[in-house]
């Protein structure tokens, strides 16, 4: 008998139901639209989810760039039907929800007005796990009495926790920080679905030596191993774990809630909830698969990548590169960058592979390989070495940073300081730009955010131009072809 299964006090696993954000921007490229939510929301609300993730991370870009929909809206009206449990986001620090660092009047103002349209629990993390990216979020979270999840981008240099940079004192010492800086509970985030099994035991079980806060678990089921390390976790005593419901877990997305809850029934960690109501809960998405089919990959037999076991890199960077390299003719290089993104990831300060890095340290690997090391520059990766981003795990390689920061249009010298220290105030002169067509503070955050596509779809609100049929909901475009 293992321990989970004597008798002892119950402590029962506490679960954040993802299916709303994370499940199909995991499988449907964040595609789900709020009216395919509303039909279980109120279900959803009964099962005893610690919390559900229901905004943040690609929802806010997709939603209003290829879904006509205003990104504020959807926290409002779940709420109407939501009323027990607490809604969670993903917010990128300082890139807030979008793909850069936005000056501080823009941070205050995005988390504020998160707060005012319901969102209970701030899941906080940065690419290269520099806490000073976090401090205005902390500020504005705190000060609206609101949870924030402080979290680290869990990162492997090699198959396995350990080596150099990615070590326990590095992630002990995350969590002593975060708890530092006034977080309410921690998450490991571990966004390419690396984490093996015995590694997390050995995480969970040091980091409860350090911390008494709540742990949180989120990990992707990308390499095949998240159901394993979710058990593994949870015999360490992790607090919380996220999951999906069936429909819209495993491949790259969560593991699924119901075999845990089962898995679970007679330990002294039991979920309490019933698997009877989560499994006619996804019948629902089963119903409304058909239209977001075309989203769904399946350009192969295997639901795993298990690619990511032999290389760490996360799946997403994957499919960038390849469309990279196609474009160039050049596929048949992908070995090649494959050895490559290490020794650019190193000479780049060991960043964690997560939005924005990932793409920044892929994109420049696959330039080194087709253009010879550092002959073209990518500008992203120049702001990374000139400290835009913050301080990365390791230091810069002093050489490389000298041949990349020659020509780069901000300086040769690098900034140490917390970046957002370096960007002027933004609202103000979003304001002045955007004039009328931002009729709300939600419109102006919305533009701030997204200058582009955020006018764009101002325009399609208030009907300044119309909103294409490619944009609206399967629904009202079969209407549409009708006519
Ligand atoms: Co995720």
Redesign the pocket.
């Known amino acids: 008998m293992t321990e989970i299964m004597k008798n002892g006090p119950v402590n029962p696993v506490k679960i954040q139901d993802?299916t709303f954000r994370?499940g199909h921007?995991?499988i449907y490229a964040t595609r789900m639209r709020t009216e395919d939510m509303l039909p279980i929301a109120e279900r959803m609300d009964e099962m005893g989810f610690w919390a559900m993730e229901v905004w943040g991370?690609a929802t806010f870009d997709t939603m209003h760039r290829f879904l006509g929909e205003d990104p504020w809206e959807r926290p409002k009206l779940l709420k109407k039907y939501i009323k027990k449990t607490p809604f969670a986001m993903?917010l990128r620090g300082q890139n807030l929800v979008g793909y850069r660092n936005y000056a501080d009047d823009v941070v205050r103002a995005f988390v504020d007005k998160a707060c005012e349209v319901g969102i209970d629990i701030f899941r906080v993390f940065d690419a290269l796990n520099d806490l000073r990216n976090f401090e205005i979020c902390v500020e504005r979270i705190k000060a609206n009495g609101k949870h924030f999840e402080g979290t680290i981008c869990y990162s492997l240099t090699e198959p396995h926790l350990g080596g150099d940079v990615f070590n326990m004192p590095y992630y002990l010492d995350l969590t002593k920080r975060l708890e530092a800086m006034g977080a309410d509970s921690i998450a490991v985030?571990d966004?390419a679905g690396i984490v093996s099994p015995y590694d997390i035991f050995a995480l969970i079980t040091e980091m409860k030596k350090v911390t008494k806060l709540p742990l949180h678990l989120?990990t992707?089921y990308t390499s095949g191993m998240a159901s394993m390390a979710y058990l593994k976790a949870i015999e360490a005593g992790v607090d919380i774990v996220d999951t999906c419901l069936a429909p819209y877990a495993l491949r790259t997305s969560?593991p699924a809630v119901e075999p845990l809850v089962v898995a679970l029934q007679g330990t002294k960690r039991d979920t309490g909830m019933d698997v009877h109501k989560l499994i006619a809960l996804g019948e629902h998405l089963e119903a409304i698969a058909p239209k977001y089919q075309k989203h769904l990959a399946t350009n192969t037999l295997s639901l795993i990548d298990a690619g990511v076991l032999a290389h760490q890199i996360p799946g997403g960077m994957i499919s960038n590169l390849v469309s990279q390299l196609k474009e160039m003719n050049a596929l048949h290089r992908i070995d090649e960058v494959y050895k490559e993104i290490p020794r650019t990831r190193k000479e780049a300060g060991t960043p964690p592979l997560v939005t924005p890095t990932s793409q920044i340290v892929g994109v420049q690997s696959v330039m080194n390989v087709i253009g010879g090391r550092y002959k073209m520059v990518n500008n992203q990766f120049a702001d990374l070495m000139y400290g835009l981003y913050g301080k990365t795990p390791t230091p810069i390689d002093p050489e490389v940073q000298k041949v990349v920061l020659k020509r780069h249009k901000r300086g040769q010298t690098p900034v140490t300081g917390r970046p957002a220290d370096y960007l002027e105030p933004e609202l103000a002169e979003d304001k002045q730009k955007i004039g009328d067509l931002a009729k709300t503070e939600e419109d102006l955050l919305t533009y701030a955010l997204y200058p582009a596509t955020g006018e764009q779809f101002l325009k399609w609100k208030y009907g300044v131009e119309p909103m294409p049929e490619s944009v609206k909901p399967p629904a009202a475009q079969e209407a549409g072809k009708g006519k």
Request: glycine residues 10%.
């Open positions: 993802n994370d921007q995991s991370g993903l985030k966004m989120h992707h969560m």
